[in-house]
Nanobody
Framework: QVQLVESGGGLVQAGGSLRLSCAASGLIFSRYAMGWFRQGPGKEREFVAAISWSGGSTYADSIKGRFTISRDSAKNTVYLQVNSLKPAEAAVYYC?????????????????WGQGTQVTVSS
């Protein structure tokens, strides 16, 4: 049974940073593409970043240069370093997994999801 557990969210001031983690279990982590998505209040879920099993990554244009996705296969964990946060980026951040060598920017491509971690940004 695939399980994804996010952590690292919290309250941060505008311009601040957080490191989000997603611990995966029940899968061969090195064979899964991993993605981060977010959903703010009253907003649709949106793509943030994704990383392939070989380490190739892709980012949403809105966060390029501020967020970094990475993975540690020894720990079965994917990370999202978020810097220079903006109040509008307050959201629940979700990680997702797909057994595939490619990366996907659409949430529809991921069958497995975590429960999310809340990021609150104060102005």
């Amino acid at each position: 049974q695939v399980q994804l557990v996010e952590s690292g969210g919290g309250l941060v001031q505008a311009g601040g940073s957080l490191r989000l983690s997603c611990a995966a279990s029940g899968l061969i982590f090195s064979r899964y593409a991993m993605g981060w998505f977010r959903q703010g209040p009253g907003k649709e879920r949106e793509f943030v970043a994704a990383i392939s099993w070989s380490g190739g990554s892709t980012y949403a244009d809105s966060i390029k240069g501020r967020f970094t996705i990475s993975r540690d296969s020894a720990k079965n964990t994917v990370y999202l370093q978020v810097n220079s946060l903006k109040p509008a980026e307050a959201a629940v951040y979700y990680c997702a997994a797909k057994y595939d060598s490619n990366v996907y920017r659409s949430g529809d491509g991921y069958p497995y999801w975590g429960q999310g971690t809340q990021v609150t940004v104060s102005s």
